[in-house]
Structure formats: C-alpha cells, structure tokens
C-alpha cells in the first residue's frame, strides 16, 4: 500500500514544529511534509535529529502563494493537510495587523483550494480559543465549542476568519474537515516572544520581566506535547466536519506563571516589572475540553510537570534560544517594550 502523505504547513515554528517530530517519530510508514515559508518565527535547526530521516521531507512556500502551493499540492497529491502556518503573535497583530490577514486568512484560503483540487481525505485546520473572545473571572465559565466567536485582537479575527472559512469549505463543497481550538501552549521550542520562553531567557540572564497591567489575566496553559497527541487523535478519530477544543484545566495568572518560574530558577521576584497594559487585553481564556476527552484523549502533564520539564529544557537547550535572542528579535524587543512603563 503507498505510504500516506501528510502536509504539515509551519512545520519550522513552535506547535508545528514539534507536531513534526511527533509525527516523523511515531509513523515511521507517513511521509511526513514540512512545508513552511521560514518566517521570523520559524527554523530548521530543531529537526537536526530527524532531517535525514527517510520519511521527513522540507518545502520552502509561502502559503498565500497560489500558484506555488497548487504545484506542490498536484505534485504530491497529499493524503492530509494539517494546517499551524500563521503569524501568531498577538501583540506583533496590533502593531502591524495587515500581514495577519494575508498570512491567516487568504493563506488558509488558497491551502482549502488546493486541498479541494486533488481531494485530500482530511484537512485539519489548527486553531485557538482566542477565536472565543474572552471570559469574566467566574471561575465556573468556560468555553466550549458552541460557544460564539467573538474575537478581540487581529490575530484572532484572522483566526476567527479562517476558522469560518475552513467551516464553509465543508458545508459547501463537502471538503473533510476538523477544526481544534486550543489554548495557550508551552514548552520546548517556543519562540521567546511568547511569555513563558520570555520569563525563561529573561530570568536566566538577570533581565527584568515585563508584566501587561496588573498580571491577573488568566491563560489555561497546555503542553506541546499534549497539543501534539490531541491533533493525532483528531485526524484519525475526529468526526467530519467537527470542531474539538483542546485544554487541560490548568489556569493560572501571568503573575502566577512568572513566580513558578522565578522560583524554580531560584531568582527574585525583585525582576518583575509591571508595565502598561496590553491593547484590548482578553481577561481570561479557559477550555471545556469534554468532546476531545469522549473521543479518548488525556494529557500527559499537568502545570506544575509542564512548567518543570520546560524549564529543563530550556536550561539544556541555551544555544537554540540564544541564538534566536542575538538577531531581529533585539529590534523587536526595543520595539514592543521601549514605549512600556
Ligand atoms: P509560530 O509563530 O511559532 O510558527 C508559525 C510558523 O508558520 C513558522 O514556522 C513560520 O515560518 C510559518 N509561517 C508563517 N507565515 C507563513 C506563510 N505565509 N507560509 C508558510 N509558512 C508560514 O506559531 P505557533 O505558536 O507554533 O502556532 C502554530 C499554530 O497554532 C497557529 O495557527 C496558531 O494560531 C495555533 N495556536 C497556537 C497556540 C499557542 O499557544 N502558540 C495555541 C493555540 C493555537
Ligand atoms: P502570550 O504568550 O503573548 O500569549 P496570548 O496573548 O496568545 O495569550 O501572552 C500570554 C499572557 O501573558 C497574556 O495575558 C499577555 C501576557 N504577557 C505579559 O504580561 N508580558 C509579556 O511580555 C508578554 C509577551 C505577555
């Protein structure tokens, strides 16, 4: 039987990448496509362990390229299409939101379109529970995936937008598709824009860490790993045509957050600084991840085992984010902070 072939777009960034390395690992009989465009956010140097591996192969595309993305999709003819490509970062969404909407709407498009053309058997579109909005403190709230998308920032509306897009590729043309919502993920390899890497590197080099308002808006954090699993179990097992959310039931407080790690690393609180407030700052994101778990999902790791295998790694891995800290991102960080406070 020919081996399945499988597109993972943005598959040099974050949550792609280690979707990746899950999936060139545990099925050896896929072939296994990474096909990114190699943004600011995206490297090859964390598949050194897999890139000579028979099953992992790399393409350089820019999604919202139609002409280029229709070649390679005939060429391969790709069996399923699991989408992360995005700019994902919610404050580079309110500076500059144009390329968010290049990028994760007319990009999310033209892969519908091809994944259309040659009749993939699924495509599952990665999304997050930004798309939800936000929620009050009321502890007892939660999203699940009847509740309205209400988007606040750029990045989400563009999220939003896709989502609706991949929903309409399959109401009206029958394409096979799943939708994830996830929430706010963590560990290795995460690009040090976001803040938990952020709080790592910072605390690690002494630097002070900058906290938007007060600190008490509250993310629902997930492993990577777990986010990996959740997505396997979706293209195999996921009904046609369903969204799933994907959390573990692990809020915290970004001041939270920031003290585990500042006393993990045995470092002082004195680091914190608390800066202006995020534009539009969403209160508080947290998951019902019911559905997901009837399909026979179950994460790996809590908060607190999370928290410590990252930190670990991060404490391993020095030259990968160091090298990351020494180019474009000291612009950026000027850029997004030097206003702050
Ligand atoms: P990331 O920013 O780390 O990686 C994005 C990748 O997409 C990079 O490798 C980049 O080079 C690539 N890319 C960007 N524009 C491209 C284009 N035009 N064509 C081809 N490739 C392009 O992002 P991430 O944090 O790994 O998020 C991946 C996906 O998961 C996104 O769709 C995001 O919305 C979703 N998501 C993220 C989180 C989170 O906490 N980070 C949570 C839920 C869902
Ligand atoms: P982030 O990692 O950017 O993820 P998202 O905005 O997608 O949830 O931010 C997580 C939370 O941390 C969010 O409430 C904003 C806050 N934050 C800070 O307080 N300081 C920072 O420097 C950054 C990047 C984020």
């Known amino acids: 039987m020919a081996k399945k072939k499988v597109v993972v777009t943005g598959g040099a960034g974050f949550i792609g990448g280690n979707f990746v390395q899950y999936m060139v690992n545990k099925y050896p009989d896929y072939d296994i496509y990474n096909l990114d465009l190699l943004t ?14 028979d099953n992992y192969h790399f393409i350089k595309a820019d999604i919202a390229d139609r002409e280029a993305i229709m070649n390679h999709f ?4 790709f069996d399923y299409v699991i989408h992360f490509a995005a700019e994902s970062h919610v404050d580079r969404s309110i500076t500059d939101p144009e390329i968010f909407i290049k990028t994760n709407v007319l990009g999310t498009q033209v892969l519908l379109d091809a994944a259309k053309q040659i009749g993939v058997t699924k495509f599952l579109h990665v999304s997050t529970d930004e798309v939800y909005g936000e929620l009050d403190f009321d502890p007892s709230q939660f999203f699940t995936e009847e509740t309205p998308l209400q988007p606040n920032s750029p990045y989400s509306a563009s999220k939003a937008s896709s989502d609706l897009l991949v929903r309409a590729y399959h109401e009206t043309y029958g394409l096979p598709i799943n939708i994830t ?3 706010n993920n963590y560990g290795p390899y995460h690009f040090p824009e976001k803040l938990i890497p952020l709080t790592i590197s910072r605390v690690l ?3 002070s860490v900058p906290v ?25 097992n996921g009904v046609d045509g369903e969204v799933y959310n994907v959390g573990g039931h692990n809020e915290r407080t970004n001041l939270e957050v920031v003290k585990t790690i500042i006393s993990t690393l045995g470092k002082s609180e004195d680091l914190i600084e608390f800066v202006e407030d995020r534009l539009g700052h969403d209160k508080r994101y947290a998951i019902d991840p019911t559905k997901l778990e009837e399909l026979g999902w179950k994460p790996a790791y809590n908060f607190e085992t999370g928290i410590a295998q990252t930190i670990e790694w991060y404490l391993e891995n020095k030259d990968w984010w160091k090298h990351i800290l020494s180019g474009e991102y000291q612009e950026y960080f000027e850029k997004q902070y030097s206003f702050k406070k």
Do not use: Q
């Open 74 to 77: 005939e060429k391969e003819k």
């Open 40 to 53: 600011y956010a995206g490297d090859l140097t964390k598949h050194k362990e897999i890139e000579t591996n």
């Open 212 to 236: 938007y308002g007060d600190g008490k808006n509250i993310r629902d954090w997930l492993h990577v790993y777990d986010h990996c699993s959740a997505i396997d179990l979706v293209l195999h």
């Open 181 to 183: 919502r996830c929430s």
């Open 205 to 207: 080099n002494n630097e």
